[in-house]
């Protein structure tokens, strides 16, 4: 019994190292600039890829999508970097939220009118300040919400299926 107990309690505690696993914040270091909404970041031995929650950037050949990146590039590219996760998506990325400098990479993209609040799946209580933070953007005409028609990635990757 003590031996099952043992490993019990092992498991437990290698499970709780992994953070991201646990859902605990944990830190890193941003390795890559992927596009406006997904990095690469090295914690600890481990490589992984983050999808910013929440919100949606441009795609790679929409307008705006490589001032997305470099906004991101800007902002955080080889700097620590907190990381808060939600949950994993179907294509095994870390869907969380990211802070710099007491600051939130996620609602700064949609401040900068470089990404859209995603309603599909932005649902925690953070969301209703981003779209805030969207419509102030869209009323000022910044980035994106300069076009007259802008359309939103989920659209714009739905009618490239169609």
């Not at 993209?109 to 419509?135: D, F, H, M, T």
Request: hydrophobic content about 40%; some cysteine.
């Amino acid at each position: 019994m003590m031996r099952k107990t043992g490993v019990i309690v092992a498991v437990l505690l290698a499970v709780s190292a992994c953070p991201a696993f646990a859902g605990e914040p944990f830190w890193g270091s941003v390795k890559k600039i992927i596009d406006g909404d997904s990095l690469l970041i090295v914690s600890g031995k481990r490589t992984i890829e983050i999808r910013l929650y929440g919100i949606d950037s441009p795609e790679y050949n929409q307008p705006f999508a490589g001032k997305a990146k470099k906004l991101v590039k800007r902002k955080v590219f080889g700097k620590r970097i907190l990381v808060r996760p939600v949950y994993y998506d179907s294509y095994q990325r870390l869907v969380a939220v990211v802070e710099y400098n007491d600051r939130t990479l996620n609602s700064e993209l949609v401040n900068a009118g470089l990404a859209w609040v995603y309603p599909q799946y932005c649902r925690k209580k953070i969301c209703r300040s981003w779209q805030q933070l969207e419509a102030s953007a869209k009323a000022n005409r910044k980035g994106l919400w300069s076009a007259a028609r802008p359309i939103p990635p989920w659209q714009w990757r739905e009618r490239r299926h169609h």
